[in-house]
């Protein structure tokens, strides 16, 4: 199997990056930030219980995102692989996603984290904001979010450093060209 965690702060491009991966790989696509929208969107018991928490741009508690990711991967006993995006984003979330794929006789191949400056960054979900209207976009939600990150998920970085997993690719760029980034470190798995 094929099992990558795509890698990076918000407005990275790990969702746009994605798409393209699981087309030339033929993976499965889990976006966790995806799985909780669609639960917002269907009123679900679930989502009722995180829409709060996302609007404000803080990551919901490990247990229910595990719990959301677990079941997912668990709709796909055929899958080639995953691309796993936007998990883990706490190493309590990284140490329990590999518990389970290796209660599955797997484990992640390769994390590859999306390299993009602050500044960058900003411009990208400002101009996302405009365009979707995602309200954990505005930009004070936004700075909990980037908050969040260098609180809590960077530590996810040493985490699979430490398993000689980790690289980086340059975010910046034309889509094309990150993206052949991306697949000439996924051949090399
Ligand atoms: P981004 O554009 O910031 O990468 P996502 O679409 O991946 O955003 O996630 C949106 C929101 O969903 C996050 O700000 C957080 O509230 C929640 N979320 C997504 N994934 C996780 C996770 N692995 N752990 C906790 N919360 C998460």
Wanted: proline content about 4%; charged content about 30%; some cysteine.
């Amino acid at each position: 199997m094929l099992n990558l965690v795509l890698f990076g702060p918000p407005g990275a491009g790990k969702g746009t990056q994605s798409e393209k991966l699981i087309n030339k790989y033929e993976l499965i696509h889990i976006s966790t930030g995806d799985l909780f929208r669609a639960h917002i969107k269907n009123q679900s018991t679930l989502g009722q219980r995180v829409s709060a928490l996302i609007a404000d741009g803080q990551l919901v508690p490990d247990e229910i995102t595990i719990a959301m990711l677990e079941e997912e991967v668990d709709k796909n006993p055929e899958a080639k692989g995953f691309i796993f995006d936007g998990f883990p984003r706490t190493v309590p979330q990284a140490e329990a996603l590999d518990d389970f794929l290796k209660s599955k006789d797997s484990a992640i191949t390769g994390v590859i984290a999306l390299d993009v400056n602050q500044e960058e960054l900003t411009k990208r979900i400002a101009q996302r904001q405009l365009e979707t209207g995602r309200v954990d976009d505005q930009a004070d939600k936004l700075q909990t979010r980037i908050a969040e990150y260098f609180d809590k998920t960077i530590h996810v970085l040493p985490y699979y450093e430490e398993q000689n997993k980790l690289s980086k690719v340059n975010g910046i760029g034309k889509i094309e060209d990150i993206f052949a980034d991306l697949c000439a470190q996924v051949d090399k798995y």
